[in-house]
C-alpha cells in the first residue's frame, strides 16, 4: 500500500478576492501535493472557502444582494483563479455545502453530549473585522490592534467550549511531538501562550438576534456557530468524517499550511476541538510568514493588494509559482517586489535553467542531427562525477522539500544547473566536434541529456508546464518520474530525435508597463535639476556610492552572429553568473579571455542588445588617439564579487 500525504490550505474567507497571500499558500500547498506524487506517495490535496459569520453578512449588504448569492459569486471567483493557476487541488470544499454543516452540527452535539460546552454570560468588547471578543488587555487605546477601529462592548448569552479543560493536555502533547508546530518559532509562541495564562473558555456561538448567517447549534435553535469552530472543521468533514473512507485513509497524514496570522485557532483551537471530539491531532501545523509591500504586510485597506491574475497574465504561471517558492524561506516575512520577480526570471530562470537546456538542445541538433546520441562507456566524460553530483543535489532538495523549505531545495537544484553550464563550459563540446573526438562528444551530450530530464523530473512540481515542455521534446513523457529511477542518468532512448522545446523563459526588461518591453528613460529630480543635466558636471559621492562595480571572472565567451563587434560574455559576478554583450569583438578573441577578471557595474540595468540580454557593463580604458579598448583586469589572487571602492 502507498504510503500517505494530506495537504490542506486555510479554506479561504470570502469577504473579499483573491490576492496573493492567498496564491503563495495555494502555490505551496500544489507543489507539496505533486511533490510527495513524484516520490510515489497517494496524494490529497484540499481547498476551498470559508462562507459564514459577521462580516460576510455586511458585505452582502454592502453588495446589496444575500449572502448566499454574495458567497456564491466571491468563492466561484476562487475556484477560477485556482483553476486559472493550474492548481491541481483534489477536492474544493464550501462550508455553506450540506455535507461541512452536517459535520459541524455532529461534532457540536459530540462536544455537547461529552460536557464540554455549557450555557453562559458574557460581556466583552467585539470586533466585527476579527469576529472576536477582546479583553480590554489586548485592545490598544481602546481599539482593536490590526484594524485600529474602536470597539463595541456587548453582552449576551452565549455557549462556550471548555478549551481550558485541555491546556494541560496540548502543552504535554506539543511537548511530547516537538514538531507539531514548525518552524519552532511558532512552536514557541503556542507554548508561550499555554504555559503564561489560563486558557479562557471559547465563546462558540453567536445569537440569531444579532447574526442570522451561520449554522444553526443543533442543540438550540436561536444560536449559530461561530466562524471558527464552524471553519476549522472543514478539514475533516472533506474527508467524510467519522466513516469516510478518505478520512481513515488520510487523515493520519495531514499536512495544515497557514499564515502566522491564524496559529492561535490552528495551534489551540483546533487540537482542543478534536481532542474533545475524540479524534487524532493533525500531523503538523506548518506556518509561512507574510509577503510586505514595502516592508507592510499586504492588506485591502492599504490598497497595496496584487492579483495572482494580475501577476500570471504579466510573467507566466512557471515564473509566478518559482518566484513564490524560491524567494521566501519558510517561515519567514519575504518582500514582494516585481523587480525581483523579473531577476529571478532573467538569472535563475532564463540565464540558468532556460539557457542551459536551449544551448544543449542546440548542440544535438548541431553535432548529431538532433537524435539523443549514445553513451561510449571508453569515453565516459566524467559521468560519475555528474551521478555523484546529481544525487547529493536530489538528496538536499527531496530533504529539504519535504519540510516545506523550498527554498533552500530549490538553491540545491540550482547549484547542480550552474555547474552543468560549468560543465559544457570546461568540456568544450564544440572543440571535440572540430577535433574530431565524436565518442567523448557523444557520451558528454547524452551525460547533459539524461541530467537535463533528471532535473526536470524534480523541478515539474514547481515548474508544471516547462517541464512537461522539456519530458515533450526528449519524447520521454511515458519515462519514469520517480527520483531514484533517474539518479543513474541512464533513462532517454538512444536514436530518439528531440525536437526544440522553444524559449522556455524569455528575458524581461525592468519597469516597463508590458513585461518584456523596453524601459523607458529615468529621470528623477534632485534639488529642482534632473540627475542627467547637472551643470558643473560634477557627481555627488552619494550618487557615485550607488554604483556597484565589482571583480568578476569570464567563464565563457562568443562572437554574436551577425555582427562583428559584439561579444556574448558568461561571468562570475560572485553574486551570481550572468550574460554580459561587449562591443571588444574587433580587438580580443573569444578564447584568448576566458578565466580572466576583470571590472563590470553589477548593478546596471539591464538592457537589450543584439536581441540579448544584457545584464552589467565591463570597464576598459581607451590610450589617448585610439580607437582600442584595453580591458581592466585585476590580480587573479582577488576573488570574484571584490567590490572596488
Given amino acids: 500500500m502507498k504510503e500517505r500525504f494530506y495537504v490542506t490550505t486555510p479554506i479561504y474567507y470570502v469577504n473579499a478576492e483573491p490576492h496573493i497571500g492567498h496564491a503563495y499558500t495555494t502555490i505551496l500547498a500544489d507543489f507539496m501535493s505533486r511533490f510527495y506524487a513524484m516520490l510515489g506517495y497517494d496524494s490529497y490535496f484540499l481547498t476551498g472557502t470559508d462562507e459564514h459569520g459577521d462580516k460576510i453578512d455586511q458585505a452582502a449588504k454592502a453588495n446589496g444582494t444575500t449572502p448566499q448569492e454574495y458567497t456564491d459569486r466571491i468563492s466561484a471567483i476562487f475556484r477560477r483563479t485556482w483553476t486559472d493557476l493550474g492548481i491541481g487541488f483534489s477536492d474544493f470544499i464550501r462550508t455553506t455545502e450540506k455535507r461541512h454543516v452536517a459535520v459541524v452540527q ?28 477582546f479583553t480590554e488587555k489586548e485592545m490598544v487605546d481602546g481599539k482593536c490592534p490590526d484594524h485600529d477601529r474602536k470597539l463595541d462592548y456587548i453582552e449576551e448569552k452565549n455557549y462556550f467550549f471548555k478549551m481550558s479543560k485541555y491546556q494541560e493536555w496540548l502543552i504535554d502533547y506539543i511537548e511530547k511531538h516537538p514538531d507539531f508546530i514548525r518552524p519552532d518559532r511558532y512552536k514557541n509562541e503556542v507554548m508561550s501562550l499555554l ?15 444579532r447574526l442570522q448567517w451561520g449554522i444553526t447549534l443543533p442543540f438550540d435553535e436561536n444560536y449559530v456557530t461561530y466562524v471558527w469552530f464552524d471553519a476549522l472543521i472543514n478539514y475533516i468533514s472533506a474527508l467524510g468524517w467519522p466513516d469516510g473512507d478518505k478520512f481513515a485513509a488520510y487523515w493520519p497524514a495531514s499536512e495544515h499550511i497557514i499564515a502566522k496570522d491564524i496559529v492561535k485557532p490552528h495551534g489551540i483551537f483546533w487540537p482542543t476541538m478534536l481532542k474533545s ?68 526570471i532573467n538569472f535563475d530562470l532564463a540565464n540558468d535553467w532556460g539557457n542551459l537546456v536551449n544551448r544543449l538542445f542546440n548542440m544535438v541538433s548541431k553535432y548529431f542531427g538532433g537524435a539523443i546520441p549514445p553513451f561510449d562507456p571508453a569515453e565516459p566524460a566524467e559521468r560519475d562525477d555528474l551521478i555523484a553530483r546529481f544525487g547529493s543535489a536530489a538528496r538536499d532538495y527531496i530533504g529539504l522539500a519535504k519540510v516545506f523549505q523550498t527554498s533552500t531545495g530549490l538553491e540545491k537544484l540550482w547549484e547542480f544547473i550552474r555547474y552543468l553550464n560549468k560543465y559544457i563550459d570546461t568540456s568544450k563540446p564544440w572543440q571535440m566536434a572540430k577535433e574530431g573526438n565524436t565518442a567523448r562528444l557523444s557520451s558528454t551530450m547524452r ?13 515539474s512540481p514547481a515548474l508544471t508546464k516547462s517541464c512537461q515542455a522539456i519530458f515533450q521534446a526528449l519524447h520521454a513523457e511515458n519515462k519514469p518520474r520517480h527520483p ?23 528575458r524581461l526588461e525592468k519597469g516597463s508597463e508590458e513585461a518584456g518591453a523596453p524601459k523607458k528613460a529615468d529621470t528623477k529630480k534632485q534639488g529642482g535639476k534632473t540627475m542627467a543635466a547637472q551643470s558643473d558636471g560634477l557627481v555627488d559621492i552619494s550618487e557615485f556610492g550607488k554604483i556597484d562595480i565589482r571583480v568578476a571572472k569570464i567563464l565563457a565567451a562568443s562572437r554574436i552572429e551577425g555582427s562583428d563587434k559584439l561579444l556574448e560574455l558568461k561571468v562570475d559576478s560572485g553574486i551570481d553568473e550572468r550574460i554580459i554583450i561587449a562591443g571588444i569583438a574587433k580587438w580580443y578573441e573569444p578564447d584568448a579571455i576566458v578565466g580572466k577578471k576583470i571590472l563590470v557595474v553589477a548593478n546596471l540595468k539591464p538592457a537589450t542588445i543584439f536581441k540579448r540580454t544584457s545584464n552589467g557593463m565591463l570597464l576598459a580604458a581607451k590610450a589617448t588617439g585610439s580607437d582600442a579598448p584595453v580591458l581592466i583586469t585585476v590580480d587573479d589572487a582577488i576573488p570574484a564579487g571584490a567590490k572596488l571602492g
Fill in 106 to 133: 455532529r461534532i457540536l452535539k459530540k462536544v455537547y453530549d461529552a460536557g464540554d460546552i455549557y450555557f453562559g454570560s458574557y460581556g466583552g468588547f467585539y470586533c466585527v473585522g476579527c469576529e472576536r471578543f
Fill in 195 to 209: 504555559k503564561s495564562e489560563a486558557l479562557e473558555d471559547l465563546c462558540i456561538s453567536r445569537p440569531k438576534s
Fill in 277 to 344: 471530539a475524540g479524534i487524532d491531532p493533525y500531523r503538523h501545523l506548518n506556518v509561512h510568514g507574510y509577503w510586505n509591500m514595502q516592508d507592510a504586510k499586504m492588506s485591502k485597506s492599504l490598497g497595496n493588494v496584487v492579483t495572482p491574475t494580475h501577476l500570471v497574465d504579466r510573467y507566466g504561471n512557471d515564473q509566478i509559482r518559482y518566484f513564490f517558492l524560491r524567494e521566501m524561506t519558510f517561515g519567514n516575512d519575504a518582500r514582494f517586489s516585481e523587480d525581483v520577480i523579473i531577476d529571478r
Fill in 447 to 459: 551525460n547533459l541529456l539524461e541530467a537535463v530530464y533528471a532535473i526536470a523530473v524534480l523541478l
Fill in 484 to 506: 531514484e529511477s533517474v539518479a543513474a542518468l541512464s533513462i532517454l532512448d538512444t536514436g530518439k530525435k528531440i525536437t526544440d522545446p522553444g524559449i522556455l523563459f524569455p
